[in-house]
C-alpha cells in the first residue's frame, strides 16, 4: 500500500507539473498579445521627434518600433555597409550619421542595397537639409548570425551605434538609429523594409501541456482502478 501511495505522489507531482506549465503558457501568450498590440499601436501612431539626449538614459526595449522623425545634415563619405538579408534578397543596410540642428548625431539607416550594388556611386546621398521618419531600434551591440563585427575589416553584421560611431570618430551618438521609411521613388537604398513579426506560438503549447496532464490524469486513473498488479509464484 505504501509503494502505491508513493507512486501515486509521483504520479500527482508529474500532473501538477504539466498544468503548471500550461498555466506559465498562458501568461506567456497574455504577455506576447499584449506586447503585440502595443507595437502595433505604435506602428499607427503618428512620427514624433526622435529623442534627444536628455532622454537617452530612458530608452527600453519598450521604446522600440515607436515611429519617430529627426531633421539633420548627412555626413558624405560615411555610410557603414552592414549585412543584411530581405525580402529582396541578400545585401547590406546603407547606416549613415545624421546631425541635428541641436548638434548630437544619430545613426539613420536609410535601407537596402544589393549586394553588386555596394558602391557609393549606386546609391543616393541626400545633400543639406533632410527631414527622416522611420522606426526607433536600439542598438545591436556585438554581431548578429553567431558572428561578430570585425569593424578593423569593415565587417558588420549587426547595427551596433556605439562600435560603429567609434570607428567614424564620432563621439558619442544616439543609443538607438531609425530604421527610414520607404521614398516615393525607386533609387537605392530602398527604405521601409523593417519586419516586424513576433511568433506567438503559446496557446499551442498551453493547450500541448493540458492535454499530457489531461492525458497522465487518464491513464493514472486507470491505473489505479486497476488495483496492484497480481504476483507470480
Not at 54 to 65: F, K, Q, R
Not at 67 to 81: H, I, K, N, Q
Not at 197 to 207: M, T, V
Amino acid at each position: 500500500m505504501l509503494h502505491r501511495l508513493a507512486l501515486l505522489t509521483g504520479a500527482l507531482a508529474i500532473f501538477l507539473g504539466f498544468c503548471a506549465l500550461g498555466v506559465w503558457q498562458v501568461q506567456r501568450l497574455a504577455w506576447k498579445t499584449d506586447l503585440i498590440a502595443r507595437v502595433e499601436a505604435r506602428l499607427a501612431a503618428a512620427p514624433v521627434p526622435a529623442p534627444g539626449p536628455a532622454d537617452w538614459a530612458g530608452l527600453s526595449p519598450a521604446d522600440e518600433y515607436r515611429r519617430v522623425s529627426a531633421r539633420g545634415r548627412y555626413a558624405e563619405g560615411a555610410d557603414t555597409l552592414v549585412k543584411a538579408v530581405t525580402s529582396r534578397g541578400p545585401g547590406f543596410w546603407v547606416i549613415t550619421p545624421l546631425t541635428t540642428p541641436d548638434g548630437w548625431t544619430l545613426l539613420i539607416n536609410r535601407g537596402f542595397v544589393p549586394e553588386d550594388k555596394r558602391a557609393e556611386a549606386d546609391r543616393l546621398l541626400p545633400h543639406g537639409p533632410v527631414s527622416v521618419s522611420g522606426l526607433l531600434r536600439l542598438s545591436q551591440p556585438g554581431g548578429a548570425f553567431l558572428r561578430s563585427n570585425r569593424p578593423e575589416a569593415g565587417r558588420w553584421y549587426s547595427r551596433d551605434t556605439a562600435a560603429i560611431a567609434a570607428t567614424l570618430g564620432l563621439g558619442k551618438v544616439a543609443p538607438y538609429f531609425i530604421d527610414a521609411d520607404a521614398r516615393a521613388d525607386a533609387r537605392l537604398p530602398i527604405g521601409g523594409l523593417t519586419v516586424v513579426s513576433f511568433r506567438n506560438s503559446h496557446l499551442g503549447y498551453a493547450l500541448t501541456w493540458f492535454a499530457l496532464a489531461a492525458l497522465w490524469a487518464l491513464w493514472l486513473g486507470w491505473l489505479w482502478r486497476r488495483g496492484p498488479a497480481p504476483r507470480g509464484d
